[in-house]
């Protein structure tokens, strides 16, 4: 047992009662919690910035200068204090808002100051706000202070003595006990070459740091610790799955699959798509499970993909199953593989909620009978109890509707399990995929086919409405359908439904004098009426689709080539390129209309910004990362793993590839971290990370 491993009541200084406040109010248990329970802020007083030297917003940081100008400004509440700060290198302005009458007393115009706050930016001017101002003789020198750490406390802890102060110094006293305990995590080689700081130092270096360079280094040695045991742990599920999990060899292109690629393609296909046949090809020729993640935008073509691929599988003699997250898109993949399947010759068949149950009945026993080669469907293809002769590949579209355990439903009968292709247009970034997903292989569609041409998307204030109802009119004697889409929050407030509701009156009002019908869909409606709501536009019965997001998924109308979103602020980044990806379907010109108030936050102002600027639905993705970060995008299952003490997903990108690749490159040379050199990295994957293995068998 290393003293790392003592409980923290016994550090000197802590006691039972401190002790107890530790483990509740910061989970610290032990030395070691104590030992990684970092700052998470540094104040640097080692150095005096000139104010054009200002670039970093993350921390506190002191300029000296001289108070040109003050005023006080507004009145009442609304009152502060208004100062202009100078420096030979240009301007600040400081801001207090309390305590004014004082502090206009005491600071002195032409007066030399030491200022000490965090600075922020405004456009292009830099304000601090109720900074430390320290009045400095126009002789003194100036006065020296260090860099520190700040740490998180709460309220209770600070009542007991253990504000940042004390908790700094409890990391103090642990530190000056600790001498050979603080073993090595990564190997000889790898510090050689990255050349990390000595895991020792670095502890000593983030509680107490030298200087900001040797700080940055001992963060930097932790963030990649931190990742790189993260994908070790991500990758060797991985690899234990591989040898786990044996499939079938797909070895043959065969008759079909030729027949297919040269006389029925109709196009050829995007180097994007070639691409990713290529890594399925790989896959299913090496004997164990493909799992793969394929990303692609909406219109980037997947649908071939998955086609494609079952169209290998049948040519090796396997039989395919593809499930959809609704029945509209269960349909419309089913419509799409027919019309290809009956070319070729592959018996395909559709299972949802609403085949009657005879014919479900004759469908069960012809797959049970290897007399059906492709099966299309819903959940309904889980709850049926499916049972299939040889089930060689199974294909998920649209994977967030599907949680783990459903989609395992579908091999559960198999003794060997299929290979599995899971769809998704919800682009992820890479960062947050090569974590999320990490055991799972993803491919990415980057490229759509050639000739679409991007949506042109604007950004309207509600008093605008008009003239995008007239453009709306133009279109619509032109042919053409249009989606106006409402927010949907809650499905239980009754206040969004009203707002849907009130929309729908509108727009009836306005157009169906005119000569045009109008669709309206939610999720209140019964499944049978959203799809015969969705079966008449489709059909050109109705010109116009009033609907919540409901729409969002898959649905494909290419004859609609408007999109309207009503109050559009309250939509998240990737609903809304869901959402703009329902139209461009076609080959016309299609348009974008964000309809907001003009009460925007400066989130909502960037994520509008963002779609009329983007197109590229991983670029959009990327900005969406940086508003809401890692756990809101993937939700709460996933973010469990990804509650990183240091590092981020959203700024180390840089960190995280080199930490995978070191993963990777180690497991490809030395499986079982058996290798001496590997010593250090076996002993501390074990003992901190090899619990995570259980996690998230994804598929
Ligand atoms: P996704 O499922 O990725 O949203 P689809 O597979 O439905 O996209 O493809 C959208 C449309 O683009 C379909 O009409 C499809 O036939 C067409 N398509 C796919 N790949 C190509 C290609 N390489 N060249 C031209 N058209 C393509
Ligand atoms: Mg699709």
């Not at 802890?157 to 050979?180: F, P, R």
Request: with cysteine; proline share 3%.
């Amino acid at each position: 047992m290393s003293i790392l491993d003592t409980k923290i009541e016994f550090l000197k200084g802590v006691g039972p009662k401190r002790g107890s406040l530790l483990n509740q109010e910061l989970s610290v248990y032990s030395f070691l919690d104590l030992l990684t329970f970092f700052p998470y802020r540094y104040v640097d007083r080692s150095q005096i910035y000139t104010i054009s030297q200002i670039n970093n917003f993350d921390t506190d940081i002191q300029i000296i200068g001289y108070v040109k100008n003050k005023k006080e400004v507004g009145v009442g509440r609304k009152k502060r204090l208004f100062i202009d700060f100078v420096d030979s290198t240009g301007s600040v302005n400081i801001l207090f808002f309390k305590g004014l009458n004082w502090l206009n007393k005491s600071i002195q115009i032409g007066a030399r100051y030491l200022i000490f706050g965090k600075p922020q930016k405004y456009g292009t001017k830099i304000s601090f706000i109720h900074p430390e101002m320290e009045l400095l003789k126009n002789s003194s020198k100036t006065p020296t202070y260090n860099l520190y750490p700040i740490y998180h406390s709460t309220e209770k802890l600070h009542s007991i003595g253990l504000n940042s102060k004390g908790i700094s110094k409890l990391s103090a006293q642990l530190l000056s006990l600790l001498k050979d305990d603080v073993l090595e995590s990564f190997s000889f080689n790898m510090i050689r070459d990255y050349n990390f700081l000595e895991r020792s130092k670095a502890f000593h270096e983030i509680h107490f740091p030298t200087d900001t360079k040797t700080l940055s280094q001992a963060i930097y040695r932790f963030k990649f610790e931190e990742l790189f045991f993260l994908q070790l742990a991500l990758l060797k599920q991985k690899f234990l799955r591989r040898q786990k999990f044996q499939s079938f060899v797909f070895e043959i292109v065969g008759d079909k699959f030729n027949n297919f690629y040269h006389n029925h393609l109709g196009f050829s296909l995007t180097n994007a798509q070639k691409k990713v046949m290529k890594e399925i090809r790989q896959d299913v020729l090496t004997g164990f499970q493909m799992n793969r993640l394929l990303q692609g935008d909406v219109g980037s073509g997947k649908t071939i993909v998955a086609i494609m691929s079952i169209i290998l599988a049948h040519d090796n003699g396997f039989q395919s199953c593809l499930m959809a997250p609704t029945e509209i898109l269960a349909n419309q993949h089913f419509n799409n593989i027919s019309k290809i399947a009956y070319n070729i010759g592959l018996k395909v068949v559709l299972l949802t909620g609403k085949t009657k149950s005879n014919i479900k009945k004759q469908i069960l026993s012809d797959l049970s009978n290897n007399l059906i080669d492709v099966v299309v469907g819903t959940h309904a293809l889980i709850q049926e109890n499916v049972r299939f002769q040889k089930l060689g590949l199974v294909i998920i579209d649209e994977q967030h509707k599907f949680g783990v355990s459903q989609r395992a439903q579908l091999w559960k009968n198999e003794k060997i399990m299929p290979h599995v292709l899971v769809m998704t247009a919800t682009p992820i970034p890479r960062t947050l995929a090569m974590t999320a997903y990490g055991d799972l292989d993803v491919s990415v569609i980057d490229e759509l086919p050639p000739g679409r041409k991007p949506v042109l998307t604007s950004h309207k204030y509600d008093k605008e409405i008009k003239g995008v109802f007239e453009f709306v009119y133009h279109e619509l004697k032109k042919g053409k359908q249009v989606y106006i889409v409402y927010p949907l929050i809650e499905e239980s407030k009754m206040l969004d439904y009203k707002n849907l509701q009130d929309g729908y009156e509108n727009v009836k009002a306005i157009f169906e004098t005119k000569g045009f019908k109008i669709s309206i869909l939610h999720g209140r409606l019964k499944k049978e009426e959203k799809e015969l709501e969705m079966k008449k536009f489709l059909d050109k019965e109705t010109q116009i689709m009033v609907a919540t997001t409901v729409i969002e998924v898959g649905v494909d109308v290419p004859n609609a080539t408007i999109m309207i979103i009503q109050n559009a602020e309250k939509f998240g980044l990737s609903q809304l390129h869901q959402l703009r990806g329902r139209v461009g379907r076609g080959s016309d010109k299609s348009y974008c209309f964000l309809v907001s108030s003009n009460k925007l936050t400066n989130d909502a102002k960037i994520r509008l910004k963002t779609m009329v600027n983007a197109h590229d639905g991983f670029e959009i993705a990327e900005v969406d990362l940086k508003l809401r970060g890692p756990g809101d995008i993937l939700g709460t299952r996933q973010s469990g793993l990804l509650n990183l003490k240091l590092s981020s997903l959203v700024k180390d990108h840089a960190i995280l590839n080199s930490a995978r690749k070191e993963a990777q490159n180690l497991l490809e040379s030395d499986p079982d971290l058996s290798h001496p050199s590997n010593r250090n990295i076996r002993h501390f994957f074990l003992k901190h990370h090899a619990n995570k293995l259980k996690w998230g068998s994804v598929s």
